[in-house]
């Protein structure tokens, strides 16, 4: 089974800092696509940015964007500016590649903002 | 808007009871999905369905079956309730492969 690591349980920053979630997964797929979603406190999940493996240009979205290092198999999410509505759990995930609708979610890293 | 509607925001039930927990999305969306979330472990899949009336097993199928039976509702079935399946569960739809999950709200269950 695939496996995706967040070694980041929690982390905190400033508000208005910058902050870097790391991610890294375990694959033998040359073509899929990893995510990082976020859940505010007892809010529903949501998208916050994905990347295509093939696509060497790192995703952004905004104030959010990553760094994808294929060989190393990393996929950090950096937040810019942060704000108090940063606050939540952020989960990194990897599909299975191919058609395989599974996706395997890491284990979570709670960011705290502070103001 | 997209929508995930989960039928039960908190449950409490007994151990040996037969939980339902009915998710219901608004998208024409294929692909639907129960993860169950507990802390310290992330989300873990336990069923998904591509397809009316298609099922296939994720990670942690044990103890639990599901139903799709229309293409806007997936339900997960709890046949014999047990403590150690206390937890939240998360549905969530998408349009195509490695598409973006819509998630429900989460149903907390639980079980005595």
């Known amino acids: 089974a695939q496996t995706v690591t967040q070694s980041q349980p929690e982390m905190s920053v400033q508000e208005a800092e910058t902050v870097t979630l790391s991610c890294t997964y375990d694959?033998?797929?040359?073509?899929?696509?990893l995510f990082w979603y976020k859940q505010p406190p007892s809010r529903q999940m949501i998208l916050v940015i994905r990347?295509?493996?093939?696509?060497?240009q790192n995703a952004t979205e905004n104030r959010f964007s990553v760094n994808f290092q294929k060989a190393a198999k990393s996929f950090s999410l950096k937040i810019s500016d942060s704000q108090l509505g940063d606050a939540a759990m952020y989960f990194c995930?990897?599909?299975?590649?191919?058609?395989?609708?599974?996706?395997?979610f890491g284990k979570g890293t709670l960011l705290t903002v502070n103001p | 808007d997209v929508k995930v509607t989960q039928s039960s925001r908190y449950l409490v039930k007994r151990t040996g009871e037969k939980v339902f927990l009915e998710c219901v999305q608004d998208?024409?969306?294929?692909?639907m999905f129960w993860y169950r979330q507990d802390p310290g472990l992330g989300l873990r899949l336990i069923y998904f369905?591509?397809?009316?009336?298609?099922?296939e097993k994720g990670d942690i199928p044990e103890g639990y079956s599901v139903s799709r039976e229309k293409k806007e509702r997936f339900s997960l079935i709890l046949e014999s309730a047990s403590t150690n399946q206390t937890s939240m569960y998360l549905c969530?739809?998408?349009?195509?492969?490695?598409?973006?999950?819509?998630f429900g709200e989460g149903s907390r269950l639980t079980v005595l």
């Open positions: 369905s591509y397809d009316v009336k298609m099922k």
């Open positions: 995930a990897k599909d299975s590649g191919g058609s395989n609708y599974k996706l395997t």
């Open positions: 969530a739809s998408s349009l195509a492969a490695a598409g973006e999950l819509f």
């Open positions: 990347q295509e493996a093939y696509k060497q």
């Open positions: 694959t033998s797929e040359s073509d899929y696509y």
């Open positions: 998208m024409d969306h294929e692909n």
